[in-house]
């Protein structure tokens, strides 16, 4: 690790003038992908500003038929939510299934889709369940959100504040696990909304997308079935010694039908 | 039987100091005037080096010094050294080019040592590394195993034709070639074994201090064999005389092979402590232990059995190409030629067996032994082989495997392939095996397991191993530089206690407690009254240490040695204490009496009686501490059948482990608990072999699975409930009745899980590690 300024800001504003005044400053949440690049030497901000401190970006609210949670809220909070568990299972076992104990406990939502590694949980669900992004400056849509691998909407300086989750009807989030990082190989997060259905695939491309045509497919009815005829392109997937593109193209179509199996 | 003595489960008593945090390994270690070490290491697999500008490095902040291969040469330290000669089919010796510690115009791997930059600070050390300017010119690499030795490969040492370190021809290729074209039918299979990073828990480290009054090197090493470490480096790396140089292996943590082999970091922390005249620490962070740790296994082999119209087997022939990585690590070539070829019979009375190993460098981290060594090879390719040999000829895989066993009345059994084994019985570890494991029930499980969409299989492997390594005559003819006895000193203090002083090492094993227990079987002493002390060249006398399964069945009978010794030395006092004739001294429980009197005596006050000797017999030394050496007639052959079965998700590809018998035959148990815990290490160390560890060099030499991230070691959650049993004969060679059990786990699981999923899917093979992409292709290729 190369030396830096440590700052611990007690509010979003602070924050804000602090990273705007860095040379090359970094916002750490849980620090579970940062800390490490800066250990290895791969990373080298002047200035650190831990949202750590920042009371108001912590914390989980339902309000009607949206669950708020706070930026800073750790995904064990999430997974051990009796509000989330109640609205939104799928969101609770989908914290609760990130990295190890360790690292929930640590990691945050807000820095998971901040830092938008192309394998993260989160940006499933942002994505599927129509969240809204909420920023010290604006919202922005949930699927507007995640532009490219580890690239997002977010300006400059710009901080997570919290993301809105409507709740579904059903939903359901199925991730293939990397056997070493365990990272989604390929995770699809499917709900049913009032509306229409939605999903969202993690892992299997450069970024969390939406998933149309899984969508189109279950506008026919919302069963496992519904997908049989259903293909991922093979020339859109990472492929990588893990698994090819063509497997994960597979995965797509497996997950995604175990999702709707489980929305039932 | 004394309370806490051979075959009582206790408790281990290392395990005080390491679940309280107070263990001491080497990076706990902090002495005066220390300074930081870290290495400069090649980014490139294979490349010239032009030129190494050290100034930048050298003026920055907290510098003391910059070290190159130049300054090594010039001191005249090194190269390190292979201690294992095999013979190439042209007569000649093995391939050896020159291992430079730090390199000398030429890096051969990624992770190759350059410079050694020693600055006041850790952090310092590694900016100033960062500046340490090295001109490289890239070379073509070779990174395929496979492919090392084709015609116009590019060429990686001048003293290596074709990047070929030796070809090795066993047995008789003519009688083989006989009984293959008279045979009723031939199985064969091409199989992959795959490469391993060893990834002990604790990466290596070094703390070299000098003291100039003395002109005595020390150094802490992460070693399992500081007398070995401390022999090379004098002997061969003209480091300092051996009298001169203190070797200390302090808690360890966890070894499994890669912490047998003389490194070049510990010379170049052992040489630059002296050079600089300051203590040097280097602590290898995980990056640095992917990328220069030796790593294990990586074979590519082509076997074949002839067969009888009864499924006898009638000759085996393998042919094998072994990556031995870039240069020749301490026991490189040993590992894939007479710890592999000789494994060949495995448990089967199969008469000819010939085999070929072309032994290849690649621009690829050193390979060497990793838990097993060789045996974890030569089981996979005949258990593998045994069981496509029962689908061609349409037999059970446990009936072709006992149409084959080596009676149990055959014992000694003389092997084709140079082993004699001394002992074992291995159709009642089958029979125990299949039993525990509910074989006849496994029809009725499959079929439920088909109506929740999941492929159940079941797998047997029946293996054989050479451990208790070894009698130091064998090692001698072929071609090893050292002997392989060990060590024991059973030491009473005057109060009674006993300390014990042993050549192995414990870096995991339980040896304290386990060696503890011996003596107080023998000796009758209260368990707590006894410390095992080891690792410490200042403290124990020449030892080998703890490798291949060897502690106990080598070690242990030293200690035991010992123990006689003291004995018969107490007769003695305890006859002239008690006024009696020697002859009619008894001794047992810790008590000496005299036949048909009340009349007993404690070894406690023998002992005091030995330090104390006032009235005392004629002609006998004082003190109470004896000295022993074993060097075993053979080797010991633990063996056993291991039976897994497993559940494929055909949609995935995804393999889970549902069931694991382990029944093995490993002679005595001293401790059964600690043997059932490297029993279970063992086998999911075999678990991470055949599902989950895949070490991935790209075309270009690059380690692409140098993190946990890409690299997927075994979890809690990747093992099922063990099963676990022993079917034990006696070794009539070994005095304790023991054999040796830490690699029996790794060496009978990766065959059993993947003759599972084989049997699963349909499928005639599937390549280690079992991944879910290549268990799902093999469905569709199977479909």
Same mark, same amino acid.
């Given at each position: 690790?190369?030396?830096?300024?440590?700052?611990?800001?007690?509010?979003?504003?602070?924050?804000?003038?602090?990273?705007?005044?860095?040379?090359?400053?970094?916002?750490?949440?849980?620090?579970?992908?940062?800390?490490?690049? @800066?250990?290895?030497?791969?990373?080298?901000?002047?200035?650190?500003?831990?949202?750590?401190?920042?009371?108001?970006?912590?914390?989980?609210?339902?309000?009607?038929?949206?669950?708020?949670?706070?930026? @800073?809220?750790?995904?064990?909070?999430?997974?051990?939510?009796?509000?989330?568990?109640? =609205?939104?299972?799928?969101? =609770?076992?989908?914290?609760?299934?990130?990295?190890?104990?360790?690292? &929930?406990?640590?990691?945050?939502?807000?820095?998971?889709?901040?830092?938008?590694?192309?394998?993260?949980?989160?940006?499933?669900?942002?994505?599927?369940?129509?969240?809204?992004?909420?920023?010290? &400056?604006?919202?922005?849509?949930?699927?507007?959100?995640?532009?490219? @691998?580890?690239?997002?909407?977010?300006?400059?300086?710009?901080?997570?504040? =919290?993301?809105?989750?409507?709740?579904?009807?059903?939903?359901?989030?199925?991730?293939?696990?990397?056997?070493?990082?365990?990272?989604?190989?390929?995770?699809?997060?499917?709900?049913?909304?009032?509306?229409?259905?939605?999903?969202?695939?993690?892992?299997?491309?450069?970024?969390?997308?939406?998933?149309?045509?899984?969508?189109?497919?279950?506008?026919?009815?919302?069963?496992?079935?519904?997908?049989?005829?259903?293909?991922?392109?093979?020339?859109?997937?990472?492929?990588?010694?893990?698994?090819?593109?063509?497997?994960?193209?597979?995965?797509?179509?497996? @997950?995604?039908? &175990?999702?709707?199996?489980?929305?039932? | 039987?004394?309370?806490?003595?051979?075959?009582?489960?206790?408790?281990?008593?290392?395990?005080?100091?390491?679940?309280?945090?107070?263990?001491?390994?080497?990076?706990?270690?902090?002495?005066?005037?220390?300074?930081? #070490?870290?290495?400069?290491?090649?980014?490139?697999?294979?490349?010239?080096?032009?030129?190494?500008?050290?100034?930048?490095?050298?003026?920055?902040?907290?510098?003391?010094?910059?070290?190159?291969?130049? $300054?090594?040469?010039?001191?005249?330290?090194?190269?390190?050294?292979?201690? %294992?000669?095999?013979?190439?089919?042209?007569?000649?010796?093995?391939?050896?080019?020159?291992?430079?510690?730090?390199?000398?115009?030429?890096?051969?791997? %990624?992770?190759?040592?350059?410079?050694?930059?020693?600055?006041?600070?850790?952090?310092?050390?590694?900016?100033?590394?960062?500046?340490?300017?090295?001109?490289?010119?890239?070379?073509? #690499?070779?990174?395929?195993?496979?492919?090392?030795?084709?015609?116009?490969?590019?060429?990686?040492?001048?003293?290596?034709?074709?990047?070929?370190?030796?070809?090795?021809?066993?047995?008789?290729?003519?009688?083989? $070639?006989?009984?293959?074209?008279?045979?009723?039918?031939?199985?064969?299979?091409?199989?992959?074994?795959?490469?391993?990073?060893?990834?002990?828990?604790?990466?290596?480290?070094?703390?070299?201090?000098?003291? !100039?009054?003395?002109?005595?090197?020390?150094?802490?090493? /992460?070693?399992?064999?500081?007398?070995?470490?401390?022999?090379?480096?004098?002997?061969?790396?003209?480091?300092?005389?051996?009298?001169?140089?203190?070797?200390?292996?302090?808690?360890?943590?966890?070894?499994?092979?890669?912490?047998?082999?003389?490194?070049?970091?510990?010379?170049?922390?052992?040489? #630059?402590?002296?050079?600089?005249?300051?203590?040097?620490?280097?602590?290898?962070?995980?990056?640095?232990?992917?990328?220069?740790?030796?790593?294990?296994?990586?074979?590519?082999?082509?076997?074949?059995?002839?067969?009888?119209?009864?499924?006898?087997?009638?000759?085996?022939?393998?042919?094998?190409?072994?990556?031995?990585?870039?240069?020749? !690590?301490?026991?490189?070539?040993?590992?894939? !030629?007479?710890?592999?070829?000789?494994?060949?019979?495995?448990?089967?009375?199969?008469?000819?067996?010939?085999?070929?190993?072309?032994?290849?460098?690649?621009?690829?981290?050193?390979?060497?032994?990793?838990?097993?060594?060789?045996?974890?090879?030569?089981?996979?390719?005949?258990?593998?082989?045994?069981?496509?040999?029962?689908?061609?000829?349409?037999?059970?895989?446990?009936?072709?495997?006992?149409?084959?066993?080596?009676?149990?009345?055959?014992?000694?059994?003389? /092997?084709?392939?140079?082993?004699?084994?001394?002992?074992?019985?291995?159709?009642?570890?089958?029979?125990?095996?299949?039993?525990?494991?509910?074989?006849?029930?496994?029809?009725?499980?499959?079929?439920?397991?088909?109506?929740?969409?999941?492929?159940?299989?079941?797998?047997?492997?029946?293996?054989?191993?050479?451990?208790?390594?070894?009698?130091?005559?064998? %090692?001698?003819?072929?071609?090893? *530089?050292?002997?392989?006895?060990?060590?024991?000193?059973?030491?009473?203090?005057?109060?009674?206690?006993?300390?014990?002083?042993?050549?192995?090492? !414990?870096?995991? +094993?339980?040896?304290?407690?386990?060696?503890?227990?011996?003596?107080?079987?023998?000796?009758?002493?209260?368990?707590?009254?006894?410390?095992?002390?080891?690792?410490?060249?200042?403290?124990? +006398?020449?030892?080998?240490?703890?490798?291949?399964?060897?502690?106990?069945?080598?070690?242990?009978?030293?200690?035991?040695?010992?123990?006689?010794?003291?004995?018969?030395?107490?007769?003695?006092?305890?006859?002239?204490?008690?006024?009696?004739?020697?002859?009619?001294?008894?001794?047992?429980?810790?008590?000496?009496?005299?036949?048909?009197? $009340?009349?007993?005596?404690?070894?406690?006050?023998?002992?005091?009686?030995?330090?104390?000797?006032?009235?005392?017999?004629?002609?006998?030394?004082?003190?109470?501490?004896?000295?022993?050496?074993?060097?075993?007639?053979?080797?010991?052959?633990?063996?056993?059948?291991?039976?897994?079965?497993?559940?494929?998700?055909?949609?995935?590809?995804?393999?889970?482990?549902?069931?694991?018998?382990? %029944?093995?035959?490993?002679?005595?148990?001293?401790?059964?608990?600690?043997?059932?815990? +490297?029993?279970?290490?063992?086998?999911?160390?075999?678990? *991470? +072999?055949?599902?989950?560890?895949?070490?991935?060099?790209?075309?270009?030499?690059?380690?692409?699975?140098?993190?946990?991230?890409?690299?997927?070691?075994?979890?809690?959650?990747?093992?099922?409930?063990?099963?676990?049993?022993?079917?034990? /004969?006696?070794?009539?060679?070994?005095?304790?009745?023991?054999?040796?059990?830490?690699?029996?786990?790794?060496?009978?699981?990766?065959?059993?899980?993947?003759?599972?999923?084989?049997?699963?899917?349909?499928?005639?093979?599937?390549?280690?590690?079992?991944?879910?992409?290549?268990?799902?292709?093999?469905?569709?290729?199977?479909?």
């Amino acid at each position: 690790m190369y030396e830096f300024s440590y700052h611990r800001p007690a509010s979003v504003a602070e924050a804000a003038e602090l990273i705007a005044n860095a040379a090359d400053g970094k916002l750490v949440a849980g620090g579970q992908t940062l800390l490490p690049t @800066m250990k290895h030497r791969l990373a080298s901000p002047s200035d650190v500003i831990d949202l750590g401190g920042i009371a108001e970006l912590s914390g989980i609210v339902v309000n009607g038929n949206i669950v708020t949670i706070g930026a @800073m809220t750790t995904h064990a909070e999430v997974a051990a939510s009796s509000e989330v568990r109640e =609205a939104i299972p799928a969101l =609770a076992a989908l914290a609760d299934n990130i990295g190890d104990p360790a690292v &929930r406990n640590r990691g945050t939502l807000g820095g998971s889709i901040a830092n938008n590694d192309p394998a993260a949980d989160y940006p499933a669900a942002v994505i599927a369940l129509g969240g809204t992004v909420r920023t010290n &400056r604006r919202e922005i849509a949930g699927e507007d959100f995640f532009t490219g @691998m580890f690239e997002t909407a977010l300006e400059e300086d710009e901080i997570i504040v =919290a993301v809105d989750f409507p709740r579904p009807e059903a939903a359901s989030y199925m991730k293939f696990e990397n056997p070493a990082s365990r990272y989604a190989i390929v995770g699809v997060f499917v709900a049913r909304t009032a509306a229409k259905p939605r999903a969202a695939v993690t892992g299997a491309t450069a970024c969390a997308h939406r998933a149309f045509r899984i969508e189109e497919s279950l506008q026919a009815g919302f069963g496992s079935s519904a997908l049989d005829g259903f293909e991922a392109p093979v020339d859109k997937m990472n492929s990588d010694i893990h698994a090819s593109a063509e497997y994960r193209a597979h995965l797509v179509k497996i @997950m995604a039908q &175990r999702a709707v199996a489980a929305c039932a | 039987m004394q309370e806490n003595g051979i075959g009582a489960s206790v408790r281990r008593k290392e395990d005080q100091r390491f679940l309280l945090g107070k263990g001491r390994y080497t990076d706990d270690i902090n002495v005066e005037g220390q300074t930081y #070490a870290c290495f400069v290491r090649s980014p490139h697999a294979h490349a010239e080096i032009e030129g190494i500008d050290a100034s930048a490095a050298t003026a920055a902040p907290g510098v003391v010094a910059v070290l190159t291969g130049d $300054d090594l040469a010039a001191d005249g330290i090194g190269p390190l050294i292979c201690g %294992v000669t095999v013979t190439s089919d042209d007569g000649q010796p093995h391939r050896a080019p020159a291992h430079p510690a730090l390199a000398q115009g030429k890096v051969n791997y %990624v992770g190759d040592h350059v410079a050694i930059v020693i600055a006041e600070s850790l952090t310092q050390a590694r900016d100033a590394a960062e500046l340490v300017e090295v001109n490289y010119r890239p070379l073509p #690499a070779v990174a395929s195993t496979a492919d090392a030795a084709n015609d116009g490969q590019q060429q990686i040492h001048e003293e290596a034709p074709n990047n070929i370190c030796f070809n090795w021809p066993f047995g008789d290729k003519a009688a083989n $070639d006989e009984a293959f074209a008279g045979a009723h039918k031939v199985s064969s299979i091409d199989l992959v074994n795959n490469r391993m990073v060893t990834n002990p828990m604790e990466p290596r480290a070094a703390l070299g201090e000098y003291n !100039s009054g003395t002109e005595e090197i020390t150094l802490h090493l /992460t070693t399992q064999n500081p007398h070995v470490h401390r022999l090379v480096l004098a002997a061969f790396n003209q480091l300092a005389p051996e009298h001169k140089l203190r070797v200390v292996g302090p808690d360890v943590g966890g070894g499994f092979g890669a912490k047998i082999f003389i490194y070049a970091e510990e010379l170049v922390v052992g040489w #630059a402590c002296r050079k600089v005249n300051r203590p040097v620490k280097w602590t290898a962070d995980r990056t640095e232990a992917f990328l220069s740790d030796a790593h294990g296994r990586d074979h590519v082999t082509r076997a074949e059995m002839a067969l009888d119209e009864n499924g006898k087997f009638l000759a085996m022939r393998v042919i094998t190409t072994a990556n031995l990585g870039a240069y020749l !690590s301490t026991f490189a070539t040993m590992v894939p !030629s007479y710890l592999y070829a000789f494994l060949f019979a495995g448990q089967y009375t199969t008469p000819l067996i010939y085999s070929e190993v072309k032994a290849v460098f690649t621009n690829t981290s050193p390979v060497d032994a990793s838990r097993g060594a060789g045996r974890p090879e030569a089981t996979y390719l005949l258990e593998r082989l045994v069981d496509v040999c029962a689908a061609d000829m349409g037999l059970d895989p446990a009936e072709i495997r006992r149409r084959n066993f080596i009676p149990k009345d055959a014992f000694p059994y003389q /092997t084709p392939v140079v082993q004699c084994y001394d002992s074992g019985d291995y159709e009642a570890a089958l029979d125990q095996a299949m039993e525990l494991a509910d074989y006849a029930g496994f029809d009725a499980r499959a079929e439920e397991a088909r109506g929740r969409g999941k492929l159940r299989g079941i797998g047997f492997s029946s293996y054989v191993e050479a451990c208790g390594i070894a009698p130091s005559a064998a %090692v001698g003819q072929l071609g090893g *530089g050292v002997g392989l006895w060990e060590s024991a000193q059973v030491r009473f203090n005057p109060t009674g206690n006993v300390q014990v002083f042993t050549g192995t090492h !414990s870096h995991g +094993q339980g040896h304290e407690t386990t060696f503890a227990q011996l003596v107080c079987d023998q000796l009758g002493v209260p368990f707590e009254n006894i410390e095992v002390i080891h690792g410490d060249t200042a403290k124990t +006398q020449f030892g080998m240490g703890t490798y291949g399964s060897r502690s106990l069945a080598v070690g242990g009978v030293a200690i035991a040695k010992a123990c006689d010794k003291l004995i018969a030395k107490g007769k003695k006092i305890a006859a002239h204490a008690m006024e009696a004739a020697e002859g009619d001294i008894e001794f047992a429980g810790g008590n000496y009496t005299v036949a048909g009197t $009340d009349k007993a005596m404690n070894i406690a006050e023998v002992a005091f009686n030995a330090y104390v000797p006032h009235s005392y017999p004629e002609g006998v030394e004082p003190g109470f501490d004896e000295n022993a050496f074993f060097d075993p007639m053979n080797f010991s052959f633990p063996a056993g059948t291991h039976i897994c079965e497993v559940e494929v998700d055909p949609a995935t590809g995804e393999v889970e482990i549902v069931d694991y018998t382990a %029944v093995d035959d490993f002679g005595k148990l001293v401790n059964p608990m600690i043997v059932e815990g +490297q029993v279970h290490g063992g086998i999911v160390h075999g678990i *991470g +072999q055949a599902l989950l560890e895949g070490c991935h060099y790209d075309k270009d030499g690059q380690l692409v699975t140098a993190s946990y991230m890409d690299y997927a070691m075994p979890r809690a959650d990747n093992a099922p409930e063990f099963k676990i049993d022993y079917a034990p /004969t006696d070794p009539p060679h070994n005095p304790l009745g023991v054999k040796g059990c830490g690699e029996a786990g790794a060496i009978g699981a990766p065959p059993a899980i993947i003759n599972a999923i084989a049997n699963a899917i349909g499928a005639k093979h599937v390549e280690m590690p079992a991944t879910p992409e290549t268990v799902w292709r093999a469905c569709q290729s199977a479909n």
